[in-house]
């Protein structure tokens, strides 16, 4: 159980054993199209055509034949609500020409993610030798996606929607979208190997948690350990603003610098997470220096900001320059001096 502001871990069992994932994989395929989405190579509109190849994927499927095309928008749907191993196939050949290579990325995003104990051998999930991940890890891949790609819950939140004008339906297999208050997505999964499988996400009162649940017996004990989850995550914390103090400090002074002050900037989040009931009891304390010296480099830590309960300190941000300060130089002084010597002529 994963808080998805913080990346906080709230409970866990056996988090970190690789396990088969199943279609929860197509997290990551979901993720790399939506990064591909962001930058431009992709558009909702952009027509992907069906392989052979990706035609003649078993497992879950909406039976797309060599040479169809559909939108990205579509495929999204198929993948997300249908779990359709045929259009993930054909999403990975129109990214990176083939699904060998684009497993390749998947792997690579995988490790720049910190996910040590996975690593992909497909992009749908099929069972296939080496293609493993774990519960905290599918929690990481899970947490990005919704953290930066926010409209992915526009297809995984989808109950029932169509194809082809019509006349493919498309229902979803996550039936905790039927059944549980708050839920955002986001993906199930089932093979033969890695029993029944899923990533779930939910949103009450500004608090965010990802379920993860991977080789349950059967769909009702899956449901079930991921409402068990969720139902404790919120139960036993809340989302908290951040009681940044009226009177924190903006700049600092700065000795021996072109520029007097240095512009402060806090990284603290807007919101953290707190023990259920005590988040009106938190308190922000700002530690920073008196005075600075340049030069000061942009991004530079010059201080912290402490989110601290009765308990002690829960959370340190950084207090960071936001912008450089370079020494002064002597040309700097002169013109200092000369500017000074002019106003009092």
Same mark, same amino acid.
């Given at each position: ?69 559909? %939108? ?7 993948? *997300?609500?249908? &779990?359709?191993? $045929?259009?993930?196939? !054909? +999403?990975? @050949? ?121 080789? %349950? ?7 079930? *350990?991921?409402? &068990?989850?969720? $139902?404790?995550?919120? !139960? +036993?914390? @809340? ?107």
């Amino acid at each position: 159980l994963m808080e998805k502001s913080t990346g906080e871990i709230l409970y866990e069992e056996h988090g970190e054993e690789p396990l088969e994932l199943a279609s929860v994989t197509k997290v990551m395929t979901m993720l790399l199209i939506m990064e591909a989405l962001e930058d431009g190579t992709l558009t909702p509109d952009t027509m992907v055509a069906v392989s052979a190849n990706a035609a003649g994927m078993g497992g879950s499927q909406v039976y797309m034949k060599e040479g169809e095309t559909f %939108s990205v928008h579509d495929m999204l749907k198929a993948i *997300a609500v249908a &779990s359709g191993n $045929d259009a993930c196939v !054909a +999403m990975a @050949e129109h990214l990176a020409g083939s699904e060998a290579a684009f497993v390749e990325r998947m792997n690579a995003r995988a490790a720049e993610l910190g996910m040590t104990s996975t690593h992909f051998s497909n992009a749908c999930g099929l069972d296939e030798e080496g293609h493993l991940s774990s519960a905290r890890d599918v929690a990481l891949m899970s947490r990005e996606i919704l953290l930066h790609h926010a409209e992915v819950r526009n297809y995984c939140s989808i109950w029932m929607d169509t194809l082809r004008g019509g006349a493919t339906q498309l229902v979803n297999t996550n039936k905790l979208l039927k059944s549980y208050n708050g839920i955002t997505g986001l993906k199930t999964g089932t093979t033969g190997n890695a029993g029944v499988c899923i990533s779930a996400s939910a949103s009450r009162d500004d608090l965010r948690l990802i379920a993860v649940v991977l080789g %349950s017996s059967s769909g009702k004990e899956r449901f079930a *350990a991921a409402t &068990s989850l969720l $139902d404790y995550g919120f !139960a +036993m914390f @809340e989302s908290a603003l951040v009681p940044i103090p009226a009177d924190a400090p903006k700049t600092l002074p700065v000795q021996k610098g072109e520029e007097p002050v240095l512009e402060l900037c806090y990284t603290a989040p807007e919101r953290c997470l707190a023990v259920k009931g005590q988040g009106s009891a938190l308190q922000a304390e700002v530690e920073l220096p008196q005075t600075l010296e340049a030069p000061i480099r942009e991004g530079s830590v010059i201080g912290s900001l402490n989110i601290k309960n009765s308990q002690g300190i829960l959370q340190s941000c950084p207090i960071i320059a936001a912008k450089p300060v370079d020494a002064r130089s002597f040309s700097g002084c002169f013109r200092r001096v000369v500017n000074a010597l002019w106003l009092t002529a």
